[in-house]
């Protein structure tokens, strides 16, 4: 399956908005996928990371850990 991202809508990491190294995900992708489309929010342009719901949870679980 050939899915193009660029008609997708992204949500940006609330870590955006205070100049950290962020993300952007496709929420709407998401919920009818299982497949979260990851994305940095400084290169729109960049590559995709195209993740199951299931190591997404564990890519934002070990972020906030990491945060701490």
Do not use: Q
Request: proline share 4%; hydrophobic share 40%; aromatic share 8%.
């Amino acid at each position: 399956m050939t899915t193009t991202t660029d008609s997708l809508r992204w949500i940006k990491s609330s870590y955006s908005e205070n100049g950290g190294i962020c993300v952007e995900w496709a929420p709407e992708y998401a919920s009818g996928t299982g497949i979260v489309p990851v994305r940095d929010s400084k290169r729109t342009d960049g590559p995709v990371l195209m993740v199951s719901a299931t190591a997404f949870t564990g890519l934002v679980a070990m972020a906030r850990e990491a945060a701490r």
